[in-house]
């Protein structure tokens, strides 16, 4: 019984961190990826199941970390082709790299925006292999089932806004792996999270023409972060998990997400830019 409560305690912890840009206890958000990380590090594994979601076959583990236990998923993709090939579906590409490294990548990235919406992701080896632990979110269906359930937020502006985020985030690191299945949501609270990584960071200095063909719907505070970032600090925080030469493509796609958050700024206006959980108007008279 008290083992239960210790678990039922710690399901509890992984689903009350702060929403996304929330502007309150950034403290206590620091201090609760310390704590999970710590627990995706050390935690001993006491049970793991492979998962048949996914190609790359993750596993599930349970893990116990001082009378708690935590679930995790565990993913070991490594692929590196060099030269130019063509994954299935997808336009040819130098280089194609798909590593569970980018997840751990993602999550910094995502903590450097104030975003949160990347699961806690550490890097550990299990069973004499590398590979990414990331926390598992309790209670989340992803975005597939939840809609064949007709599970539906009171207002669904709750989760336009947040994919309008999503978009911004998968352009700045080049996701070419977004789908149903890799974004979750928690109906207990409506909040959307975001997994499987692996395969971003790509060479590419371009933004998808998908995303610059959408008017921006931000936080104004994802815009200072966005702009504050510097090659330097990026690269310090994924040094070992991304090449200068990726960072450098990443940080191009940051000054062209600036300039079309400017060109929508001037098109739309301020107030519709940044207003971004409430409906999409047409441009501001006068503006072209």
Excluded at 180 to 201: A, K, Y
Excluded at 255 to 264: C, G, M, R, T, V
């Amino acid at each position: 019984r008290m083992r239960a409560h210790r678990s039922a305690r710690i399901a509890l912890l992984v689903l009350a961190s702060a929403a996304p840009l929330a502007a309150g206890a950034p403290q206590a958000s620091a201090e609760r990826d310390r704590d999970v990380e710590r627990f995706l590090l050390e935690g001993a594994v006491i049970e793991a199941e492979v998962l048949a979601e996914g190609i790359t076959r993750p596993s599930r583990l349970t893990l116990e970390l001082d009378g708690r236990t935590l679930k995790a998923a565990f993913k070991t993709v490594d692929v590196f082709k060099p030269g130019v090939s063509r994954e299935e579906g997808a336009a040819p590409e130098p280089h194609f790299t798909d590593s569970y490294q980018f997840d751990r990548a993602a999550y910094l990235v995502d903590r450097l925006l104030g975003l949160e919406m990347v699961p806690v992701v550490a890097l550990r080896r299990w069973q004499g292999k590398p590979g990414a632990a990331i926390e598992w979110i309790a209670g989340a269906v992803n975005e597939e089932d939840r809609r064949s359930r007709g599970l539906e937020p009171p207002d669904p502006r709750v989760l336009d806004h947040q994919r309008f985020v999503m978009h911004l985030f998968d352009a700045l690191i080049l996701n070419t792996d977004r789908n149903l299945s890799n974004q979750l949501v928690t109906p207990v609270d409506w909040r959307l999270h975001l997994i499987d990584h692996s395969r971003s960071f790509r060479l590419s200095t371009e933004v998808p023409p998908r995303f610059l063909a959408k008017p921006t719907r931000i936080p104004r505070e994802l815009l200072e972060r966005l702009a504050a970032l510097d090659e330097k600090t990026v690269a310090r925080r994924l040094r070992g998990l991304v090449s200068r030469a990726r960072v450098r493509a990443l940080m191009a796609r940051r000054d062209q997400l600036l300039s079309k958050i400017e060109q929508d700024r001037r098109r739309y206006g301020d107030a519709v830019v940044f207003d971004y959980r409430g409906p999409w108007p047409a441009p501001a008279a006068g503006v072209r």
